[in-house]
C-alpha cells in the first residue's frame, strides 16, 4: 500500500467515523428530549397523587397494590399446606395462575424474597416450603 492509498483510507475511515458521530448525537438529542418529556410526566403524576392523598378522608386506607394480592396469595397457598414443598409452577397451577414463564420467573422472585426475608425456606433447589421456626 503506498502512502497515496495509505491517506485515501485515513479519509474513509475518518468521513465515516465522523458520520457515525452524527448519528449518535442526533440520537442523544432525541433521547434527551423524551427524557424530559418523561420526567415531566413523572413531575405531573407527583403532583396529581400528593393532590388526590391530600383529598382522602383521614382514616380511609388505600386499597393494597396487586403485588400484595399475589404475596398474600403464594403465602395463604403454604399455609393451607404447612411442611409441603412447592415449585414455583405447582404454586401457579394450585392458584389458578398463568403458567408461562415469565410470569412464573417473577413468582421465583417473590420466593426468594420471602426466602430471604426468613418466611420460607429452600429444602432443594427452586422448591420452597414454610419455615417450622417462623410459621407465615
Known amino acids: 500500500m503506498n502512502i497515496s492509498e495509505l491517506l485515501a ?3 474513509d475511515q475518518h468521513d465515516e467515523t465522523t458520520a457515525r458521530a452524527g448519528e449518535l448525537r442526533d440520537r442523544i438529542d432525541h433521547l434527551t428530549a423524551v427524557l424530559a418529556e418523561t420526567e415531566a410526566r ?4 407527583a403532583t396529581t397523587r400528593k393532590i388526590i392523598a391530600e383529598r382522602v ?18 403465602v395463604n397457598a403454604f399455609k393451607q399446606h404447612p411442611g409441603r414443598a412447592f415449585r414455583a409452577r405447582e404454586l401457579h397451577e394450585l392458584l389458578g395462575m398463568p403458567t408461562d414463564e415469565a410470569t412464573v420467573n417473577v413468582t421465583r422472585s417473590r420466593l426468594g424474597r420471602l426466602v430471604r426475608q426468613g418466611f420460607l425456606t429452600q429444602p432443594g433447589r427452586g422448591r420452597y416450603q414454610t419455615r417450622t421456626q417462623h410459621p407465615l
Request: cysteine-free.
Open 9 to 11: 483510507d485515513l479519509q
Open 42 to 45: 413523572l413531575a405531573d403524576l
Open 57 to 74: 378522608p383521614p382514616g380511609t386506607e388505600p386499597d393494597p397494590p396487586e403485588t400484595n394480592s399475589a404475596y398474600q396469595a403464594i
